[in-house]
């Protein structure tokens, strides 16, 4: 899916009612990109870094919901 796809699937959801949604594209990387453990074949450096970012903002953003 591009960006487009899936910024069109949060604003149909939030119109539905849902929750606050937010979506963060991480340049270069692949959809799957939280599947990245190493650049090789399949993975490159931008979804290895994408998924090291991703990893640390849900982190932060769990921490500001339990304090």
């Known amino acids: 899916y591009t960006a487009g796809h899936c910024d069109k ?3 149909n ?3 539905l009612g849902s929750n606050q949604m937010s ?9 799957s990109f939280d ?3 190493a650049v090789d074949a399949a993975w490159t450096q931008a979804d290895v870094d994408a ?3 991703a990893d ?3 982190m932060q953003r769990l921490e500001s ?3």
């Open 9 to 11: 699937r949060i604003q």
């Open 13 to 15: 959801a939030v119109q």
């Open 23 to 31: 979506m963060v594209v991480y340049g270069g990387a692949q959809h």
């Open 35 to 37: 599947n990245a453990r």
């Open 51 to 53: 998924k090291a970012k």
């Open 56 to 58: 640390a903002f849900v």
């Open 65 to 67: 919901y339990f304090k």
